[in-house]
T-cell receptor, first 113, second 114 residues
Framework: DGGITQSPKYLFRKEGQNVTLSCEQN?????MYWYRQDPGQGLRLIYY???????QKGDIAEGYSVSREKKESFPLTVTSAQKNPTAFYLC????????????FGEGSRLTVL | AQSVTQLGSHVSVSEGALVLLRCNYS??????LFWYVQYPNQGLQLLLK??????LVKGINGFEAEFKKSETSFHLTKPSAHMSDAAEYFC????????????FGAGTQVVVTP
């Protein structure tokens, strides 16, 4: 079945450590996105990529980095510069049109100890 | 800048009763509008969307929503709640040139009581 796979599902990290969250899709979608979800705040866009080797900052990009070397993959690195990294992270993809329908992975929950 | 307001962070409904979740948006141009559902510790699933055409949109699981431009609203309804409807619901909006970049509301948690 086609879909989006995020790993790991749960991740614990110590303060000061970088951590990378994986996102892979086999939907042949052009565009991919990373959102952060905090209780009571909805989803906020971190980074997005419309084509391979290109990506743009979203609303809350500080302390995060991404790469898009392959169409299928869009990993997110949470760096030590991110002040409050504990959150639920969601990866999504879309066919790259103006209708905006997003397909989501099941998320990765990051906890900083 | 566009924004989305969902009225009520928690809604409790009885099984079999009407479900009504309110969403208002602010946008300088006619937007695309979406409702997503999220079950615990999972990603979001699209319920329905409005892009153009008929303003009453039907989605999955018996949900529907009506786009009212004059009221800048896109409220979600379901005539009869089922226990499986317990989840968090998000309204989202994108402007026609933003290519999938959605602005989400804060979400409404729905609890269904027997």
């Amino acid at each position: 079945d086609g879909g989006i796979t995020q790993s790991p599902k749960y991740l614990f990290r110590k303060e000061g450590q970088n951590v990378t969250l994986s996102c892979e899709q086999n939907l042949n979608h052009d565009a991919m996105y990373w959102y952060r979800q905090d209780p009571g705040q909805g989803l906020r866009l971190i980074y997005y990529s419309q084509i391979v080797n290109d990506f743009q900052k979203g609303d809350i990009a500080e302390g995060y980095s991404v790469s898009r070397e392959k169409k299928e993959s869009f990993p997110l690195t949470v760096t030590s510069a991110q002040k409050n990294p504990t959150a639920f992270y969601l990866c999504a993809s879309s066919i790259g049109s103006f209708t905006g329908e997003l397909f989501f992975g099941e998320g990765s929950r990051l906890t900083v100890l | 800048a566009q924004s989305v307001t969902q009225l009520g962070s928690h809604v409790s409904v009885s099984e079999g009763a009407l479900v009504l979740l309110r969403c208002n948006y602010s946008s300088s141009v006619p937007p695309y509008l979406f409702w997503y559902v999220q079950y615990p510790n999972q990603g979001l699933q699209l319920l329905l969307k409005y892009t153009t055409g008929a303003t009453l949109v039907k989605g999955i699981n018996g949900f529907e929503a009506e786009f009212k431009k004059s009221e800048t609203s896109f409220h979600l309804t379901k005539p009869s709640a089922h226990m499986s409807d317990a989840a968090e619901y998000f309204c989202a909006v994108s402007e026609t040139d933003s290519w999938g970049k959605l602005q989400f509301g804060a979400g409404t948690q729905v609890v269904v009581t027997p």
